[in-house]
T-cell receptor, first 113, second 114 residues
Framework: RKEVEQDPGPFNVPEGATVAFNCTYSNSASQSFFWYRQDCRKEPKLLMSVYSSGNEDGRFTAQLNRASQYISLLIRDSKLSDSATYLCVVNMEGYSSASKIIFGSGTRLSIRP | DTGVSQDPRHKITKRGQNVTFRCDPISEHNRLYWYRQTLGQGPEFLTYFQNEAQLEKSRLLSDRFSAERPKGSFSTLEIQRTEQGDSAMYLC????????????FGPGTRLLVL
């Protein structure tokens, strides 16, 4: 089992739709969680951190479910500009170990007009 | 622009040649990371520096790979005797290293080994 797993997609949804994807992680002791966005042939950029109580940033909502070991990202009122690959990132051992910052393979999202 | 920069952006080389990439992190960022990314995959950790000290190296980093950060500022990643399997995007990232773990990525160096 991979340490961090994502549905690769692609998710193809119409503009204005709501879309959600999950990311599961294997280590129950994982400490921190993030969503990054990566446009085609560009570098990853932080979209949002994921807090235990869940958090929202405009149209984006991130949630953490420690019991089931997954995080989720919800995008409301999707825009054409949301088309990208969304990378789930899990820090499995906390601040001290960079090698345990694990990236998922990404979920591709395509928004159609 | 005060973000992370990488040079070159693209490199084409023949198998067996040596290549060197440079990364300039955000100034005052203590932590610097190197990742490799291939098509359809997320970034894979290669190595990490806290200031000038190389603290961790992945098993992916064979003897042909070496990284340095001599003055705790910019870093170089060298690949000796390149192989076709080394073809990938090499990403550098930096973070403040003060407990915040947000990583800021550079644009990457795309390597093609013929």
């Amino acid at each position: 089992r991979k340490e961090v797993e994502q549905d690769p997609g692609p998710f193809n949804v119409p503009e204005g739709a709501t879309v959600a994807f999950n990311c599961t992680y294997s280590n129950s002791a994982s400490q921190s969680f993030f969503w990054y966005r990566q446009d085609c042939r560009k570098e990853p950029k932080l979209l949002m951190s994921v807090y235990s109580s869940g958090n929202e940033d405009g149209r984006f909502t991130a949630q953490l479910n420690r019991a089931s070991q997954y995080i989720s990202l919800l995008i409301r009122d999707s825009k054409l500009s949301d088309s990208a690959t969304y990378l789930c990132v899990v820090n499995m051992e906390g601040y001290s170990s960079a090698s345990k910052i694990i990236f998922g393979s990404g979920t591709r999202l395509s928004i159609r007009p | 622009d005060t973000g992370v920069s990488q040079d070159p952006r693209h490199k084409i080389t023949k198998r067996g040649q040596n290549v060197t990439f440079r990364c300039d992190p955000i100034s005052e960022h203590n932590r610097l990371y190197w990742y490799r990314q291939t098509l359809g995959q997320g970034p894979e950790f290669l190595t990490y520096f806290q200031n000038e000290a190389q603290l961790e190296k992945s098993r992916l980093l064979s003897d042909r790979f070496s990284a340095e950060r001599p003055k705790g500022s910019f870093s170089t990643l060298e690949i000796q005797r390149t192989e076709q399997g080394d073809s990938a995007m090499y990403l550098c990232a930096s973070s403040p290293g003060q407990g915040g773990e947000t990583q800021y990525f550079g644009p990457g160096t795309r390597l093609l080994v013929l």
